[in-house]
C-alpha cells in the first residue's frame, strides 16, 4: 500500500501490531536459544541484536566481530513464540522468529548484509525471510512505476493496487491460512510497503478476517499471553469495523457507496488550509477528481465555470480535488478557478481514489443537500437538468 495511506484507525491499529512482535512473557532465567553464524567481511564492525519488544526495540547484546566475523548470542526462551532480529549499523536488520530453545544459524556478508543472509535451524524464520525478499521486490516494482510522472495516474494507481492485491492474496494462501497458528502468519500481518501496513484490518473485511484466524489461533495456544490479548482486540474491533452495513446503496460502476453515509475528504486548498467535503453539508456539490495536466481539462474548466456561474447563487458548489504531481502547477492552475479546489498529494497511493472507485480522470459525483451521493458521470446525460433538480428539492 505506501501505496496506500490509512484513516488513523487503521495505521495505528496495525502500527501497534508491529510493534508488538514482542515477547508474551518476561526475560525471567531458565532455557535459552542461541542464535550464531559468521559475518563475512564484518571485521571492526559491531552486530546487534535486538527483540522487537511491546514497547519498542531492546538491544539485548552487540558484540564487535573479528576476521571470521563469527559471533553467538543467547537469550531466554520466550514463553510464546516471539521475534528478533540482528543488524549492523545503517543496514536493514535480518529478522527471526523464535518459540523454544532451538539454536538458529544466520550468515551473511557486510558488503549486502540484508540482501546475501541465509538462515538455518528455524522453518518459521525461513519463511520469514521469503516474505521479506518478496516485500522488498514488491517495493522495489512500485516505487519504480510511482517515479513516472504521466498523466495516466489513474491506470498506474490500478495496476500498483492490482499488484497489491495479488501479493496480499499470495501471502494469505502461502503463509496465513495455511496454518494461522504459526509465527509467520503473525508476522504475515506487519508487512509494510514503503513504511505503510499492507493488511489494513479496520478498511478490508477479508484482512480483518486474516487478524481474526491468528487471533483464534494464539487463543487457543496462549490464552494468557499479551500478545494474545493485543491481537484479539484488534480481530475484534476490526471485524466489528467493517461489517457490512444494512443501508441502500447506489451502483457506482464495479462497487457502491451508501446513501446514507458519504465518505467524507478533508484535503489542504490553494492557501493550505484544510476543507472537508462535509462542510458544504446544505449545498448540492459536484465533487470532482481531476487532473490539471491533462491537455482537455482546461475546455472542461471553461464548461464547468459556465454552469458554476448559472448556479452557485442558489446553493451550487464544486469540489474539485486535483491529483497533479507538481504542487506548484496545481497552484497555478487553480488559483484562478471560482469554486473549492483541494490537492491530494498522495496521488496514486490516495484511499480517496479506492473508496470512490475512480477508475478514470475526470470522474465526478453529484451531491445533494443532505451530503448524500444521487448520481455518478455516467449515469447522468444532462448535467444541468440533474444539478436544477437537487437545488429545487
Given at each position: 500500500?505506501?501505496?496506500?495511506?490509512?484513516?488513523?484507525?487503521?495505521?495505528?491499529?496495525?502500527?501497534a501490531?508491529?510493534?508488538?512482535?514482542?515477547?508474551?512473557?518476561?526475560?525471567?532465567?531458565?532455557?535459552?536459544?542461541?542464535?550464531?553464524?559468521?559475518?563475512?567481511?564484518?571485521?571492526?564492525?559491531?552486530?546487534?541484536?535486538?527483540?522487537?519488544?511491546?514497547k519498542g526495540?531492546?538491544?539485548?547484546?552487540?558484540?564487535?566481530?573479528?576476521?571470521?566475523?563469527?559471533?553467538?548470542?543467547?537469550?531466554?526462551?520466550?514463553?510464546?513464540?516471539?521475534?528478533?532480529?540482528?543488524?549492523?549499523?545503517?543496514?536493514?536488520?535480518?529478522?527471526?522468529?523464535?518459540?523454544?530453545?532451538?539454536?538458529?544459524?544466520?550468515?551473511?556478508?557486510?558488503a549486502?548484509?540484508?540482501?546475501?543472509?541465509?538462515?538455518?535451524?528455524?522453518?518459521?524464520?525461513?519463511?520469514?525471510?521469503?516474505?521479506?525478499?518478496?516485500?522488498?521486490?514488491?517495493?522495489?516494482?512500485?516505487?519504480?512505476?510511482?517515479?513516472?510522472?504521466?498523466?495516466?495516474?489513474?491506470?498506474?494507481?490500478?495496476?500498483?493496487?492490482?499488484?497489491?492485491?495479488?501479493?496480499?492474496r499470495?501471502?494469505?494462501?502461502?503463509?496465513?491460512?495455511?496454518?494461522?497458528?504459526?509465527?509467520?502468519?503473525?508476522?504475515?500481518?506487519?508487512?509494510?510497503?514503503?513504511?505503510?501496513?499492507?493488511?489494513?484490518?479496520?478498511?478490508?473485511?477479508?484482512?480483518?478476517?486474516?487478524?481474526?484466524?491468528?487471533?483464534?489461533?494464539?487463543?487457543?495456544?496462549?490464552?494468557?499471553?499479551?500478545?494474545?490479548?493485543?491481537?484479539?482486540?484488534?480481530?475484534?474491533?476490526?471485524?466489528?469495523?467493517?461489517?457490512?452495513?444494512?443501508?441502500?446503496?447506489?451502483?457506482?460502476?464495479?462497487?457502491?457507496?451508501?446513501?446514507?453515509?458519504?465518505?467524507?475528504?478533508?484535503?489542504?486548498?490553494?492557501?493550505?488550509?484544510?476543507?472537508?467535503?462535509?462542510?458544504?453539508k446544505g449545498?448540492?456539490?459536484?465533487?470532482?477528481?481531476?487532473?490539471?495536466?491533462?491537455?482537455?481539462?482546461?475546455?472542461?474548466?471553461?464548461?464547468?465555470?459556465?454552469?458554476?456561474?448559472?448556479?452557485?447563487?442558489?446553493?451550487?458548489?464544486?469540489?474539485?480535488?486535483?491529483?497533479?504531481?507538481?504542487?506548484?502547477?496545481?497552484?497555478?492552475?487553480?488559483?484562478?478557478?471560482?469554486?473549492?479546489?483541494?490537492?491530494?498529494?498522495?496521488g496514486?497511493?490516495?484511499?480517496?481514489?479506492?473508496?470512490?472507485?475512480?477508475?478514470?480522470l475526470?470522474?465526478?459525483?453529484?451531491?445533494?443537500?443532505?451530503?448524500?451521493?444521487?448520481?455518478?458521470?455516467?449515469?447522468?446525460?444532462?448535467?444541468?437538468?440533474?444539478?436544477?433538480?437537487?437545488?429545487?428539492?
Open positions: 500500500m505506501n501505496i496506500l495511506k490509512f484513516n488513523n484507525v487503521a495505521k495505528s491499529a496495525v502500527a501490531l508491529i510493534i508488538t512482535l514482542s515477547a508474551c512473557g518476561g526475560k525471567e532465567q531458565g532455557p535459552s536459544f542461541t542464535v550464531t553464524g559468521k559475518i563475512a567481511n564484518g571485521e571492526g564492525k559491531c552486530l546487534y541484536f535486538s527483540n522487537i519488544g511491546i526495540t531492546t538491544v539485548i547484546d552487540s558484540v564487535k566481530l573479528g576476521k571470521e566475523g563469527a559471533y553467538s548470542f543467547s537469550s531466554p526462551r520466550p514463553e510464546c513464540y516471539d521475534f528478533y532480529f540482528i543488524a549492523l549499523q545503517g543496514e536493514k536488520p535480518i529478522t527471526f522468529a523464535i518459540d523454544s530453545t532451538e539454536t538458529i544459524t544466520i550468515n551473511s556478508d557486510a549486502d548484509f540484508f540482501g546475501s543472509y541465509t538462515v538455518e535451524g528455524n522453518a518459521e524464520s525461513v519463511q520469514i525471510k521469503e516474505m521479506s525478499e518478496l516485500q522488498a521486490a514488491l517495493e522495489k516494482q512500485v516505487n519504480s512505476m510511482l517515479k513516472s510522472t504521466s498523466p495516466a495516474i489513474v491506470k498506474t494507481r490500478n495496476e500498483i493496487y492490482s499488484l497489491i492485491g495479488e501479493f496480499k499470495n501471502i494469505s494462501t502461502q503463509y496465513i491460512v495455511p496454518a494461522p497458528g504459526k509465527a509467520t502468519a503473525y508476522y504475515a500481518l506487519s508487512l509494510t510497503l514503503n513504511g505503510e501496513p499492507l493488511f489494513q484490518p479496520m478498511n478490508n473485511r477479508i484482512d480483518s478476517k486474516c487478524f481474526a484466524a491468528v487471533a483464534t489461533s494464539l487463543r487457543l495456544r496462549f490464552p494468557n499471553a499479551k500478545r494474545t490479548r493485543h491481537m484479539c482486540k484488534i480481530a475484534e474491533e476490526s471485524l466489528q469495523k467493517t461489517r457490512p452495513a444494512k443501508t441502500k446503496e447506489i451502483e457506482v460502476g464495479e462497487s457502491s457507496i451508501t446513501t446514507t453515509g458519504l465518505f467524507d475528504i478533508k484535503l489542504p486548498g490553494v492557501n493550505g488550509d484544510s476543507i472537508a467535503l462535509s462542510s458544504l449545498k448540492v456539490v459536484l465533487l470532482d477528481f481531476t487532473l490539471y495536466e491533462d491537455a482537455k481539462i482546461s475546455s472542461r474548466n471553461i464548461r464547468l465555470r459556465e454552469i458554476y456561474s448559472k448556479y452557485r447563487d442558489r446553493g451550487f458548489e464544486i469540489y474539485q480535488i486535483s491529483y497533479d504531481t507538481r504542487e506548484h502547477f496545481w497552484q497555478q492552475s487553480a488559483s484562478n478557478l471560482p469554486w473549492t479546489c483541494v490537492r491530494d498529494g498522495e496514486a497511493y490516495s484511499s480517496n481514489l479506492v473508496l470512490y472507485n475512480i477508475q478514470n475526470p470522474t465526478f459525483y453529484l451531491i445533494n443537500s443532505d451530503n448524500e451521493i444521487t448520481l455518478r458521470d455516467n449515469q447522468i446525460t444532462d448535467l444541468e437538468a440533474e444539478i436544477e433538480k437537487l437545488l429545487r428539492k
